[in-house]
């Protein structure tokens, strides 16, 4: 079911994670026999056995979906899942870096040199795009367009979208892609390495942890998922509604974006201020 609807390997295997664990639970009890009470049994097996809040909601995630598909499919006529609310999720903030500090990485590169423009580039793309690591290394030359300012991004779950980038980042990729040629007889990837062969996720990471320290940046984790996190939140409080931002970052779930409006805090207050439609029509 789930590879025909082009779900991810890595989200097959983490199903294949759950239902390995729920079926050793469960054990050889036909579907008819599976209640809410089981449910709430082998959540609490888990609690007990030291999973945390995060992999308990994962869980419940897995297990919903798969009822409502076997609902969906006449297989049973109601879900044991049906009465039992997910469970409680401790409101947790990712770590960002402040806008001095994204200066300061950005000053580390060294734009002097072919790869320096590279990591100048991936950094931007990063910061202004919000890629996560996988769509910045699949990127391919083809995916580009300078002249609209847009990326093809081949996102999770197999899905694509088109994403923005703001002038100055045009203007380092072009610089990058001018310097690293059209043709290659290795790979058409966007970003690669002076072999001419695709840049591999661990060594983008490494690259980035490292001029996290040039940069001297202390506290927080410099990393390809921290710049994710650091872009969200300065859309926000650049202006971007949430709805935009769930388009922009490729999200399912419109409350993964509304978590950034919450942390944007005291800079969203003033935005609404300068831009509020009540103060600007009554104005007039």
């Known amino acids: 079911m789930a590879r025909v609807e082009g779900r991810s390997r890595k989200t097959l295997d983490l199903y ?32 007990d056995r030291g999973f945390s809040q995060a992999s308990l909601g994962m869980h419940y995630r897995v297990l919903h979906a798969f009822f409502v598909w076997l609902k969906r499919e006449g297989l049973i006529s109601s879900s044991p899942m049906d009465g039992i609310s997910p469970p409680r999720q401790p409101k947790q903030y990712p770590f960002v870096l402040e806008e001095s500090q994204v200066r300061a990485l950005l000053a580390a590169c060294d734009k002097s040199t072919p790869h320096g423009v590279r990591n100048y580039a991936m950094l931007l793309l ?36 088109i994403v923005f980038m703001g002038a100055r980042t045009a ?18 990837a966007l970003f690669i390495d002076r072999k001419g062969e695709p840049l591999k996720p661990r060594w983008v990471q490494q690259v980035i942890a490292r001029l996290g320290v040039k940069a001297g940046i202390k506290g927080v984790r410099v990393s390809p998922h921290t710049l994710r996190h650091t872009a969200a939140t300065l859309a926000v409080k650049n202006g971007m509604e949430p709805f935009a931002l769930q388009r922009l970052f ?30 600007r029509l009554l104005e007039k």
């Open 126 to 161: 990063f910061i202004d795009c919000g890629l996560r690591l996988h769509e910045l290394i699949s990127l391919r030359l083809a995916d580009v367009s300078l002249a609209q300012r847009s990326l093809k991004v081949h996102g999770k779950g197999a899905r694509d979208r």
């Open 250 to 279: 490729g999200w399912e779930n419109i409350q993964t974006a509304l978590k950034y409006v919450h942390m944007a805090g005291t800079a969203l207050r003033e935005a609404h201020a300068k831009a509020s439609p009540v103060d």
């Open 171 to 188: 203007k380092a990729l072009r610089r990058w892609i001018e310097l690293r040629g059209f043709k290659t007889t290795y790979s058409d």
């Open 16 to 47: 294949a994670w759950v239902f390995d664990r729920f079926t050793e639970f469960v054990g050889d009890r036909p579907l008819a026999e599976l209640h809410s009470g089981l449910i709430r049994q082998y959540l609490a097996r888990l609690q």
